[in-house]
Every structure is written in structure tokens, then in C-alpha cells.
């Protein structure tokens, strides 16, 4: 299919003209989601550039640093009833943060609003405060973004597999993935791993930047072949009976179960962190008095060992004292030498006395 035949199946796509109507529904919101930095909003550039057929501008205020910069959820209009969803990234999966990112893409919260960190009960007010602010008749497509230059290690598999898996749960929709950065050594691996996590649809390629904005025709048709994906997507997802009202009620439930179950796995996370502290503390203490003991212990040797050498040295001193006398000092006598001294018998004196 050529690109101006793309362009027309996308450009004319309408609930109204799908098999079983528009049955409440009125626009398609592509939800981008994903880490921080990985290229959400580079990839609206790019598509707005690639619709819109006109100069590249940096509409999203994509940078070249992978921080991320989105503070506010924003939507860029495509056709008149494509939309494209600029949400806030995360920095990892398990934290209070992917509570808000999964209450964005079930559409409980304001389009074009700044995006708030709130935990637990906080979030949840916000979702019932929401309620009127929110569109019911919006078909949600999640679409996960992912830079290939950043690869896949083992230890995040489990971390990504939650994450597609909840979407997917969330929406009723299996997230479609998008690989920027096409051109690093590790697509075909990143693609690889993606596709053994149960993904079906991956779709890799270069966004337009502000340095390098010159147009493609490989460029070009990669995306129109995306947007053309998606909308083929929705005419299937659309051909079964859908009741909106009843699906937003449903994500809108999915959602405060999860953020009530994430905050119980949290306060737990730091019950354990506050013992492993405490642990850590006691057994820091227990160094420190065993270090005391020791030191006591080295002091009170040192200061035996110390009486001794004294004893030991006057010990030494009296024998050279004694070894120094002359040779005709009689002293004191020795027991000894006493058993040999003869003392005469007294009763024979006596007799010869009388």
C-alpha cells in the first residue's frame, strides 16, 4: 500500500463507518506510555511531522537528555478523531508512580492538566473528583515506548512483562510497543525479548529530530504504517459489542483495586526497610560495644603483660644483686648445714659432773 493510500484509510477512519457503528464512541486517544527518556515525545514530533507534511517543530518539547521533561498531560490532535496522549514517564515499575501513570492511561484523569505524584488515598480522590472532567466516548490504545539503545538485561523482563500485562488488563487492549532508536545494535535483541513476553505488534524505527529532520520515505511509511496498524486494530477491537460507560466504570475499578493493593506492597516495602535498618543499627551497636570489649580487653593485657615485664626485670635485678656479693659473706646460715653441727649429749655431761 502506498503512502497516499495510507494516508487516506487513516485520514477517513470514523467509529460511524465500523461494522456495528460508532456504539458511543467517538475518538481514538493513542495513550504513550513508558520509562523516562525513552522518546514519548520525540515519536509526537515525529508523527506530527510525518501527518502533517509541513516544517518539523518540536511541539512536544522533546530533549536529548533521557531525564524526561512532560509535566503536563497533553494531547496532540492528528486526524479529527485520532489523538495522540503525552503522559508523564516513570522512573520504574512497584513505585507509587505507576499508580498515576495507569489512572492516565485508563483516561480517569484530565487531559491537558499537570500530572501529580500522590500516593494511596490522595489519588483516589482525584479519580472520584475526575469523574465529570473525563470522556467516556474516548477508545483507548495503549502504546508503549521503548529506546532499543537501552536493551533488555534479564532483571527487567519480570518489571516489563508487569507492566504489558496490566495495560492490557486495564484497557482491554494488549499494548502495541514502539522501538525507537531502530538504528542500535540491540533491536533485533530488544525486538526479540518483546515478542517472548507475548507482544504482537513491535514497531521499530527513527524518530525526526531537530538536528536531523530531513525527510524519509522509509521514515515516513514506517509511521503511517503504524498509525494504519492501529486503526485496523480498532475497527476489530470495535466489530464486537462495546459499552463504554460500562468499560470506564470497569478501568476506573481496576484502577483503585490496584492502587490500594500497590500501596499496601509499599507501606509493607518499608516496614521492611524500617527493620533491615534497625537491624543494621543493633548490629552496628553490637560492633561498636564488641570493639569496646576488645579494646578493654587489650588495655587490661597490656597493662598485665606490663606487671609482669616489672617483675620479671626486679626479678632479674636481685639475681644479679645477689650474684655480685664477695665470696666470704656468710650471711644467714643455711638450714641445711645446721644438721651437721654436733651438739654434745647433756646427760653424759651430768654424770661426769657427779
Not at 496522549?85 to 483516561?107: H, P, W
Not at 514502539?178 to 526479540?192: A, G, H, I, W
Not at 588495655?299 to 603483660?305: P, W
Request: glycine share 6%; proline share 3%; hydrophobic share 35%.
Amino acid at each position: 500500500m502506498s503512502n497516499a493510500e495510507l494516508r487516506d484509510r487513516i485520514g477517513s477512519f470514523s467509529f460511524q463507518k465500523c461494522r456495528r457503528g460508532s456504539q458511543g464512541f467517538s475518538r481514538v486517544l493513542l495513550q504513550l506510555f513508558g520509562f523516562l527518556g525513552h522518546g514519548k515525545s520525540s515519536f509526537i514530533n515525529t508523527c506530527k511531522y510525518v501527518w502533517e507534511d509541513m516544517g518539523f517543530s518540536n511541539i512536544a518539547q522533546a530533549s536529548d537528555d533521557d531525564e524526561g521533561h512532560t509535566m503536563v498531560r497533553i494531547t496532540y490532535p492528528l486526524t479529527r478523531t485520532i489523538t495522540l496522549v503525552d503522559n508523564r514517564g516513570f522512573c520504574k515499575m512497584g513505585s507509587y508512580e505507576t499508580g498515576e501513570i495507569f489512572a492516565q492511561l485508563g483516561n480517569l484523569l484530565p487531559l491537558d492538566t499537570p500530572v501529580e505524584w500522590n500516593e494511596g488515598f490522595g489519588l483516589a480522590n482525584r479519580i472520584v473528583e475526575a469523574e465529570n472532567l473525563v470522556k467516556v466516548s474516548d477508545f483507548i490504545v495503549p502504546i508503549f515506548l521503548y529506546s532499543a539503545k537501552k536493551g533488555i538485561c534479564a532483571e527487567d523482563e519480570d518489571e516489563l512483562l508487569e507492566l504489558i500485562v496490566t495495560a492490557r488488563d486495564l484497557t482491554g487492549v494488549y499494548p502495541i510497543v514502539v522501538l525507537t532508536n531502530k538504528s542500535s545494535e540491540k533491536t533485533t535483541d530488544v525486538t526479540r525479548k518483546f515478542k517472548n513476553l507475548g507482544v504482537e505488534r513491535i514497531f521499530a524505527l527513527e524518530n525526526y529530530t531537530l538536528e536531523d529532520h530531513r525527510k524519509s520515505a522509509s521514515k515516513h511509511q514506517e509511521v503511517l504504517r503504524f498509525l494504519y496498524e492501529v486503526i485496523k486494530d480498532v475497527e476489530f477491537q470495535v466489530s464486537q459489542p462495546r459499552n463504554p460507560e460500562e468499560e470506564m466504570t470497569e478501568r476506573k475499578t481496576f484502577v483503585l483495586r490496584y492502587i490500594h493493593h500497590n500501596d499496601l506492597k509499599i507501606q509493607f516495602q518499608r516496614k521492611e526497610i524500617k527493620a533491615l535498618k534497625e537491624q543494621s543499627l543493633l548490629k552496628e551497636k553490637l560492633k561498636q560495644q564488641k570493639e569496646k570489649y576488645e579494646q578493654i580487653f587489650q588495655e587490661d593485657k597490656r597493662k598485665v603483660e606490663e606487671e609482669i615485664r616489672k617483675l620479671e626485670e626486679e626479678f632479674e635485678a636481685q639475681k644479679l644483686h645477689r650474684q655480685a656479693r664477695p665470696s666470704n659473706y656468710i650471711g644467714r646460715p643455711n638450714p641445711a648445714n645446721l644438721q651437721s653441727i654436733k651438739i654434745p649429749n647433756q646427760k653424759k655431761r651430768r654424770a661426769r659432773l657427779f
